[in-house]
């Protein structure tokens, strides 16, 4: 079942055209990663399911609700999460997450109690003394102590340190097990890759891919290392092999995944005496996307 379906949205502000028929869906008890660089339209996006901005065209519905005009209604089952949290200078970190709380209509002050304790913060200073960092552990502490249904999650890690990223990735695992959904929006390609079930790619404010990292591996390269009992030969004129170079352990080259059989046969030949291949991983995905985009003038 869909809690978010985004279908076919745009979103212009004057003659630029920030978002151009981008579609998404979310099902219940799933985590979405969004994903894309800066100034791609992942916080545009994000702002027009909240009910933030209105979008030109096409249709937002979050829990069969519009996302503009059942803002409200939507807002009472959502937590969220930007990337630069701002809060009451003269508050406390506690009172802030209290009253953030109160507004969502949780009262849960034992799981309030433990995250604090999890993310290592302490809740009795000034909101105007906290770095970066302890503002995001304000956020996420109040998001997650919340029982919101969807959690909207927009470069939520930002300035935590790596200790705090992994209790962070234990609290989104939490959620997905209470059947919750989480829309996580980062370009933290580990972080995505560890938690996400499905991924859509943003690109100049259009969806360039989605689906499970299974179904993108195709996408991809497999970095492979070979040792040999005779020299390689013809290797070159292998379709699918890029990058070959010899090292003292043997020849390394990267292989496109629908080629691998054909590779693996052509110098199992030549007497394998090793052999080792790395998986390819999300941020190759990402990076294949984006090459030659300094020669086509795309975001950078």
């Known amino acids: 079942m869909s809690l978010l379906k985004v279908t076919?949205?745009?979103?212009?502000?004057?003659?630029?055209?920030?978002?151009?028929?981008?579609?998404?869906?979310?099902?219940?008890?799933?985590?979405?990663?969004?994903?894309?660089?800066?100034?791609?339209g992942k916080s545009t996006t994000i702002r027009v399911?909240?009910?933030?901005?209105?979008a030109?065209?096409?249709?937002?519905?979050?829990?069969?609700?519009?996302a503009w005009q059942d803002a409200v209604d939507i807002h009472k089952r959502v937590a969220y999460v930007p990337g630069d949290v701002n809060l009451w200078p003269n508050l406390t970190g506690g009172e802030v997450i209290d009253l953030f709380i109160k507004l969502n209509g949780a009262a849960n002050k034992?799981?309030?109690?433990?995250?604090?304790?999890?993310?290592?913060?302490?809740?009795?200073?000034?909101?105007r003394t906290y770095s970066k960092g302890n503002r995001q552990k304000v956020a996420l502490v109040a998001a997650f102590s919340s029982d919101a249904d969807l959690f909207i999650l927009d470069e939520p890690t930002s300035g935590l340190d790596p200790l705090m990223e992994k209790v962070?990735?234990?609290?989104?695992?939490?959620?997905?097990k209470q059947g919750k959904s989480v829309l996580l929006s980062s370009h933290i390609l580990s972080e995505v890759e560890k938690?996400?079930?499905?991924?859509?790619?943003?690109?100049?404010?259009?969806?360039?891919?989605?689906?499970t990292l299974s179904e993108l591996r195709h996408l991809t390269r497999t970095q492979m290392l070979v040792d040999t009992k005779l020299p390689i030969?013809?290797?070159?004129?292998?379709?699918?092999?890029?990058?070959?170079?010899?090292?003292?352990?043997?020849?390394?080259?990267?292989?496109?995944?629908?080629?691998?059989?054909?590779?693996?046969?052509h110098i199992s030949s030549f007497g394998i005496i090793r052999l080792e291949s790395a998986p390819p991983t999300l941020e190759d995905l990402f990076m294949r996307h984006y090459e030659g985009e300094k020669d086509t003038g795309g975001v950078r």
Do not use: W, Y
Request: charged share 30%; with cysteine; proline share 2%.
């Open 56 to 66: 030109t065209d096409g249709e937002v519905k979050i829990f069969s609700k519009d």
């Open 110 to 127: 034992a799981k309030r109690e433990e995250l604090i304790d999890k993310f290592d913060l302490d809740p009795s200073k000034k909101c």
């Open 195 to 211: 938690l996400c079930d499905r991924v859509s790619i943003i690109r100049q404010g259009k969806i360039i891919e989605s689906g």
């Open 49 to 54: 399911l909240l009910g933030i901005l209105k």
């Open 8 to 40: 076919n949205l745009t979103k212009k502000f004057g003659k630029f055209t920030a978002l151009d028929g981008v579609n998404l869906e979310l099902n219940a008890g799933e985590v979405l990663g969004f994903i894309g660089p800066n100034g791609a």
């Open 168 to 176: 962070f990735q234990e609290c989104v695992m939490d959620v997905k």
């Open 233 to 265: 030969t013809g290797l070159n004129e292998l379709k699918g092999i890029h990058d070959i170079q010899e090292s003292k352990h043997g020849m390394t080259f990267q292989v496109d995944t629908t080629q691998m059989d054909d590779v693996i046969k």
